[in-house]
């Protein structure tokens, strides 16, 4: 028995208890549908949540990977307790912008990259599905980086940093067969490894010892008393780390999995509620693995030195005593460092614990970003590749640049790549909140379940946050090029970037009704961009 995005369910299935709808011949995630279970009363039921959860959890585990682990860890070192409240508000921040994608998907039974391929015309919808691309493709660097550095520390050095690149080629070709065992399995797997992170990250926390007084007060009390620019650059780099383009676009995809009759109300209202408190749940289960790292590092490292860690690696007989410098600077860290700085301090068992919580990062989210590539690669050019293909190419692009530093570089090149990719993710942002703005603001596609003042007001705030910060990194990072060959290539890309995000805020605009910015009169694009179709069209297209 089979179910389609859009189409209705049939009377017997809705009166039976939810399982699994799967095709002769499953290909994807999403070939796979759960059935939600009729309740005889009214109002909340355990059994429905129980039903909605999974889509929530694997979004989550994007705010888990190892270039979130690097930037707590980097924050918690420089600024102590000072920038935990940080951390809380953009992972709330990073809730409400997942609120919109799983809205959007709910309702139109579309993600927003196949709304984006009906609503934007050819050129602008090309370059905006090639910066998305982008975003994945250095998303997955990131985990490659991570499962490297994590190989390397459990083998003490015997798995070069190359070797871990390449080994990562055929760990996530494996895991491209788990869901072949079932899309409740799957989802139940990557359970398992926020699970292990949990632990992992968790246990560090207990051994460490974090002031609990400090935690309470760094998350609740906004304040950074003698704060300067390395202070700032880790705040606005917290940011980026946590909400990852890509990962709304990849949310807006994994709802489709849960049969929604959207011809009732109901039972849309009821799905975006129970999709809302699954996501609240793993963004939770995120935010205190987060915690985790960062109250560790703030703890224990805060104000320390790198003579500080050189002497304490050689008075520990660390095979790593060589790691750091034997000066007064203060300590710098990173997913590698922190793995060799926790051994010394607290022996062998936290250096290993830790290496595990990161592999588990980076395997986790070598999957999400293998799925997010796929949804949008078939979203934005009505192109299906197979799962094998999808990763053939992402991995490639991840792998070569990757590997190529690691052989001719070392470990603080290939770790300073993930500070670099975390800033990429914060700039790449705007085109993917733009978009699930504009769409879950139009009524004719939203219906009743258009963004409200209140929903509107709080995207625009979190846009102009992002394109804040944004412009605080082109502000620090231009200075820093020094030659004029630099100069020519940055000024173009940036002319690219205002003209793209100048254009999505245009559209948004007049998606909002702001008609006297089209030079179309046709009252059919009153809620469209001229070039492109109206939101009436992408109804009547959704409907077919």
């Known amino acids: 028995m089979t179910s389609t995005d859009s189409g209705p369910v049939p009377q017997d299935q809705k009166s039976r208890s939810y399982g699994a709808i799967t095709p002769q011949h499953p290909q994807t995630y999403l070939d796979e549908k759960i059935l939600i279970p009729q309740t005889s009363s009214p109002g909340f039921s355990f059994r429905k949540l129980w039903a909605f959860t999974g889509p929530g959890f694997l979004m989550s585990i994007a705010y888990l990977d190892p270039g979130n682990v690097e930037s707590d860890?980097?924050?918690?070192?420089?600024?102590?307790?000072?920038?935990?409240?940080?951390?809380?508000?953009?992972?709330?921040?990073?809730?409400?912008?997942?609120?919109?994608?799983?809205?959007?998907?709910?309702?139109?039974?579309?993600?927003?990259?196949?709304?984006?391929?009906?609503?934007?015309?050819?050129?602008?919808?090309?370059?905006?599905?090639?910066?998305?691309?982008?975003?994945?493709?250095?998303?997955?660097?990131?985990?490659?980086?991570?499962?490297?550095?994590?190989?390397?520390?459990?083998?003490?050095?015997?798995?070069?940093?190359?070797?871990?690149?390449?080994?990562?080629?055929?760990?996530?070709?494996?895991?491209?067969?788990?869901?072949?065992?079932?899309?409740?399995?799957?989802?139940?797997?990557?359970?398992?490894?926020?699970?292990?992170?949990?632990?992992?990250?968790?246990?560090?926390?207990?051994?460490?010892?974090?002031?609990q007084k400090e935690v309470l007060k760094g998350m609740f009390f906004p304040y950074c008393d003698n704060c300067g620019s390395p202070e700032l650059l880790q705040a606005v780099g917290i940011i980026g780390a946590i909400i990852m383009p890509h990962n709304i676009f990849l949310h807006s995809s994994l709802v489709k999995s849960r049969v929604v009759e959207r011809s009732k109300k109901q039972e849309v209202r009821e799905a975006n509620l129970y999709f809302m408190i699954e996501s609240s749940i793993a963004l939770f289960v995120s935010f205190l693995i987060n915690l985790f790292v960062m109250?560790?590092?703030?703890?224990?490292?805060?104000?320390?030195?790198?003579?500080?860690?050189?002497?304490?690696?050689?008075?520990?007989?660390?095979?790593?005593?060589?790691?750091?410098?034997?000066?007064?600077?203060?300590?710098?860290?990173?997913?590698?460092?922190?793995?060799?700085?926790?051994?010394?301090f607290f022996g062998p068992a936290a250096l290993y614990i830790w290496a595990v919580g990161i592999l588990a990062a980076g395997q986790s989210s070598t999957m999400t970003g293998t799925y997010a590539g796929q949804f949008v690669m078939e979203g934005f050019l009505n192109l299906k590749w197979s799962r094998f293909a999808r990763v053939l190419f992402t991995r490639s692009c991840a792998i070569v640049p990757t590997v190529l530093v690691a052989i001719f570089r070392d470990v603080s090149n290939l770790t300073g790549m993930n500070?670099?990719?975390?800033?990429?993710?914060?700039?790449?942002?705007?085109?993917?909140?733009?978009?699930?703005?504009?769409?879950?603001?139009?009524?004719?596609?939203?219906?009743?379940?258009?963004?409200g003042i209140v929903g509107k007001a709080v995207a625009v705030a979190i846009i102009t946050l992002v394109l804040a910060i944004n412009l605080y990194f082109v502000a620090v990072y231009i200075p820093t090029l020094g030659s004029i060959a630099y100069y020519i290539p940055v000024g173009f890309i940036l002319a690219g970037y205002a003209i793209l995000t100048l254009y999505l805020l245009w559209a948004c605009c007049v998606a909002h009704g702001a008609s006297f910015l089209s030079s179309r009169k046709d009252t059919r694009f009153s809620y469209g961009i001229p070039e492109g179709p109206s939101a009436n069209g992408i109804v009547n297209h959704i409907a077919q």
């Open 73 to 211: 860890l980097q924050c918690g070192a420089i600024a102590g307790f000072k920038l935990v409240w940080v951390l809380l508000l953009a992972t709330v921040l990073g809730l409400l912008c997942q609120r919109l994608a799983v809205r959007l998907g709910v309702v139109t039974g579309r993600d927003l990259a196949q709304i984006c391929q009906i609503y934007y015309p050819k050129v602008p919808r090309i370059i905006l599905w090639i910066t998305i691309e982008i975003a994945i493709i250095g998303s997955d660097m990131q985990e490659v980086i991570g499962t490297a550095i994590a190989l390397n520390l459990l083998s003490a050095g015997r798995i070069p940093l190359w070797g871990g690149v390449l080994i990562t080629i055929v760990d996530t070709l494996v895991f491209l067969f788990l869901d072949k065992y079932g899309l409740r399995k799957l989802e139940a797997f990557f359970g398992l490894l926020i699970t292990i992170m949990a632990l992992t990250f968790g246990y560090e926390y207990v051994m460490v010892k974090p002031d």
């Open 419 to 451: 500070d670099f990719l975390n800033v990429l993710q914060s700039i790449l942002l705007p085109f993917a909140l733009l978009p699930v703005l504009t769409f879950t603001s139009m009524r004719p596609l939203m219906h009743d379940f258009t963004n």
């Open 295 to 344: 109250a560790v590092f703030a703890e224990a490292f805060y104000q320390k030195t790198n003579r500080d860690a050189y002497e304490e690696c050689r008075n520990s007989s660390s095979p790593h005593d060589g790691v750091f410098p034997n000066d007064d600077n203060p300590l710098s860290v990173d997913i590698y460092k922190g793995g060799v700085i926790l051994g010394c």
